[in-house]
C-alpha cells in the first residue's frame, strides 16, 4: 500500500481496483454519489476517482448477506481483478465513550497499518475526527450501551459492525489487503429504538412504524443522523482513496 506519508509528486504504489463494502442503499448511495461511480453490474457500481478504478458492492447487513453477495462477486470475479484493496464501510456504533456521532474509525490491522499516517492527515486536512482502533464484530444491532460495554470489553475493540469480519475473511483468503472505514453512527451510551428492522426492507419498517408509532420520531431522526455520518464517511474516503 501506498507510504503513510504523501509525498510530493509520488507515484502510486500499485495498481489494481478499489472494492468498497457497504451493507445497505442508505450507506452505499452518499459513497456512489461522492465517487461518482455512475456504472451499475447488478449490486455492484462503479467508475474513477482519483485515476482508480472504483467498485462499490452492496452487500446487506450482517454476515449471512456479505455470504451470499461475495458469492455474485466470485461468479464475476474476473471483472474485479486484480484488487488492489477490499474496503469494509458504512455505518458502526461506538464502543468507547471518546467517540462521538460522525467520527471517523479506521480499523488498519496487518499491512494496511502502514496508511495511518495518511489517515490522520486526511482527517486533519478535512477537520474530522479520527481513532484508529480495533471494529468488532456483531451478529445483530447492539441497541443498548449495556451490549455495548460488554462487546466492548471481550473484543477490546472501540467500534462495531455486523460486516467487517466476514469481508476480513474473504480477502485475507484471496490475499488481498484489507481496511474498514466506518462512521459513528450512536454513541457508546446510547440506545437505539428496539426491534428496528433490516432498513432495506420497506414493507418491514412500515409495519414497524404501523405498530410502533411512538418511535416513528426516533427512526426519523435516525435516518436524518445518518445522511449526516455518510456526509461526513463519503467526503473522508474520497480523500483517502488518493493515498491508496
Known amino acids: 500500500m501506498a507510504d503513510a506519508g504523501r509525498g510530493a509528486g509520488a507515484a502510486p504504489a500499485a495498481t489494481g481496483a478499489i472494492l468498497l463494502c457497504a451493507a445497505t442503499r442508505w450507506e452505499a448511495g452518499p459513497l456512489a454519489g461522492r465517487l461518482g461511480l455512475a456504472v451499475r453490474k447488478g449490486r455492484v457500481v462503479e467508475g474513477l476517482e482519483s485515476g482508480r478504478r472504483v467498485l462499490l458492492l452492496r452487500t446487506g447487513m450482517g454476515s449471512a448477506s456479505v455470504s ?49 499516517g495518511a489517515a490522520q492527515a486526511c482527517s486533519d486536512g478535512l477537520g474530522l475526527r ?3 482502533g480495533k471494529v468488532a464484530h456483531a451478529a445483530t444491532v447492539l441497541a443498548t450501551p449495556e451490549q455495548k460495554a460488554a462487546l466492548a470489553r471481550a473484543a477490546e475493540a472501540c467500534a462495531v459492525d455486523m460486516e467487517s469480519e466476514p469481508l476480513r475473511r474473504w480477502a485475507s483468503e484471496h490475499g488481498w489487503p484489507f481496511l474498514s472505514l466506518r462512521v459513528i453512527l450512536d454513541a457508546a451510551d446510547e440506545s437505539l429504538p428496539p426491534g428496528t428492522p433490516d432498513p432495506e426492507d420497506v414493507a418491514a419498517l412500515a409495519g414497524y412504524a404501523l405498530f410502533h408509532p411512538h418511535r416513528i420520531g426516533a427512526l426519523v431522526r435516525l435516518g436524518l443522523r445518518t445522511r449526516r455520518c455518510m456526509g461526513n464517511l463519503a467526503v473522508y474516503l474520497k480523500e483517502f482513496i488518493k493515498d491508496l
Open 130 to 132: 479520527l481513532c484508529l
Open 68 to 116: 451470499r453477495s461475495l458469492a455474485t462477486i466470485e461468479a464475476a470475479a474476473e471483472g474485479l481483478r486484480p484488487l488492489r484493496c477490499v474496503i469494509s464501510t458504512g455505518l458502526a456504533g461506538a464502543l468507547t465513550p471518546e467517540l462521538r456521532t460522525g467520527d471517523i474509525v479506521a480499523d488498519l490491522r496487518g499491512d494496511a497499518l502502514s496508511l495511518a
